[in-house]
């Protein structure tokens, strides 16, 4: 493979910008129970996919910094944390009313809001992303927490009157579930694990919250706002490798529910460990194969723009993000035409260049394998169609496009989580379709065309494939209030702002019969405000 220039990376850190340098942060302290506790054992270094040239003039990743890594003694005793916090819902915070819960949320917002320039910064130099997305990443987290408060403000309001039916009085209302253990993911470590946690803390639940191997400092400068705005034993902070730290977590049976966003193999295999599946609840955003159809009379502009962007964004690393496109025959050419040296234009650079499009890789080891499920599909006839597609420079991978793609290469079912776009011909929509039966994941699919009967006829055989079908648009997961899920091996569960808050929680009842002594117990409980639940209180 061609190499790119090495210039792209910084010489020295005086080629940084100022407002981005950070000096190494050396946690050593974590969140347990309420209090930072000082950690004496043994750190895992952060190395930043940007390097540059050592004394010797060799290139290596510039040290972040380090963070603690637990073994099963400090697993257990964040899971016994989070336990004696909960105490089998009798804990402060799973007692405390909803309004209490969210003015600790607010509180938490407010502090989180003061390390908004620092978390930005981490999040480029940890996983390389370019600044305007991290600054997404950062702002949009903060919108989705107002989001959620507003949604379980309206979700309480609707349960705060009583229902009578068939000669029972009752109030329906949402619990918490128990512990949570949250594992995020390193493309978006702090908006996807925020996604979960928020929610589950909301609701009422306490929290095992274990950081990604990529991404994992940037949520040390906010573990104070954790501490000081919610009870004790409410968060957690979990470090580590998670085959270290998980299985004992998992095995003790006292996980309520697990939420991750990751790999399918890793949720199947976290799932067995637990003794009493019936007990736990599992919320889960896993694999993707995002594929999109490009039909015979499509818009091509708007095909090359919208699959640019779903196939390439953070360098394609994103679960929504479109892993293989399907264009017709007779309009193959012609979009690879367009859509190729789109691709070879896109800005390479480091997170912080203005208009950096394609950022370095943040896995050791990516740029070999994306290079060898390349040579994969030349092996059986495929080739690089864009311009210096595939060149390398260091843990920098210049987008590839390959075509044709077909069955048997690595390139059609594995999902390749890179800036490599495989491209398949086909001739027929059922080629497609069988496609997408016979695939593993079902997260979403794209479609491009301009003949409303023959994108219809796609629709209704796509919805029951996948779990949303975009029209003419990119694959994504935004707007945060429509469901975000996925079939068969991609997703259990759904996350949406409000379908978020119902998975970390379950529908609970209070009922009577409809009595004059029974009204009267009702009327002195909820007048003399003796019941968190039982309330007709009304958040404004």
Not at 376 to 381: I, L, N, Q, R
Request: hydrophobic share 40%; net charge negative; glycine share 8%.
């Amino acid at each position: 493979m061609t190499s790119l220039s090495a210039n792209l990376f910084p010489a020295t850190m005086a080629d940084v910008p100022t407002d981005v340098q950070i000096e190494p942060i050396h946690q050593r302290e974590y969140l347990l129970n309420g209090e930072m506790v000082p950690w004496t054992g043994t750190t895992a270094d952060v190395y930043s996919p940007v390097g540059m040239p050592d004394a010797t003039g060799v290139w290596q990743r510039h040290l972040v910094g380090s963070y603690p890594v637990f073994g099963p003694t400090e697993a257990m005793a964040a899971l016994d944390a989070a336990v004696a916090a909960y105490d089998n819902g009798r804990g402060e915070w799973p007692q405390m009313a909803v309004a209490d819960r969210i003015a600790c949320m607010e509180t938490f917002i407010g502090k989180m809001l003061g390390q908004r320039t620092l978390v930005i910064n981490l999040i480029m130099w940890e996983i390389g992303k370019n600044r305007a997305d991290a600054t997404k990443e950062f702002d949009r987290t903060v919108k989705y927490i107002y989001d959620t408060i507003d949604a379980l403000k309206n979700m309480d309001r609707n349960s705060s009157r009583f229902r009578i039916e068939e000669g029972i009085i009752g109030q329906i209302r949402r619990s918490p579930i128990g512990v949570v253990l949250s594992m995020g993911p390193f493309n978006y470590p702090l908006n996807e694990t925020y996604t979960t946690l928020i929610p589950a803390i909301l609701m009422g639940n306490t929290i095992l919250f274990k950081t990604p191997k990529h991404g994992s400092l940037l949520h040390y400068p906010l573990l104070e706002a954790f501490r000081t705005s919610f009870p004790k034993g409410v968060v957690n902070s979990l470090y580590g490798r998670g085959a270290n730290v998980i299985p004992p977590v998992m095995q003790s049976g006292k996980v309520n529910v697990l939420t991750l966003i990751g790999s399918s193999k890793v949720a199947d295999e976290l799932q067995r460990q637990h003794p009493k599946l019936n007990r736990l609840r599992s919320i889960l955003s896993l694999d993707a194969k995002n594929a999109a159809i490009i039909l015979p009379d499509a818009d091509l502009e708007v095909a090359v723009q919208e699959c640019l962007l779903g196939s390439l964004s953070f360098n394609g690393q994103r679960c929504t993000a479109i892993k293989i496109i399907w264009a017709h025959r007779s309009v193959v050419d012609a979009f690879l035409a367009r859509f190729c040296p789109a691709v070879s234009a896109l800005k390479l650079g480091m997170p912080w260049a203005d208009g950096a499009q394609i950022t370095p890789l943040p896995e050791p080891g990516k740029t070999d394998y994306l290079t060898n499920i390349i040579h994969d599909a030349e092996a059986g006839g495929a080739k690089i169609m864009n311009e210096g597609g595939s060149e390398v420079s260091e843990s920098l991978f210049r987008p590839a496009v390959v075509f044709p793609v077909k069955e048997g290469m690595k390139l059609y079912r594995d999902e390749q989580f890179g800036p490599v776009v495989p491209v398949v011909a086909y001739d027929d929509v059922e080629e497609f379709i069988n496609y997408l039966i016979t695939d593993d994941h079902g997260m979403q699919a794209s479609i491009f065309g301009t003949d409303a009967t023959a994108i219809s006829a796609l629709i209704d055989p796509l919805v029951n494939l996948v779990s949303r079908v975009n029209i003419n648009a990119q694959c994504q997961r935004g707007p945060d209030t429509f469901p975000f899920t996925g079939r068969k091996d991609s997703a259990e569960g759904t996350l949406s702002v409000e379908d978020a808050l119902r998975s970390f929680s379950i529908r609970s009842a209070v009922a009577t019969k409809d009595t004059s002594a029974n009204k009267g117990i009702l009327n002195e409980i909820v007048g003399n405000h003796e019941s968190v639940f039982l309330s007709t209180n009304f958040i404004f």
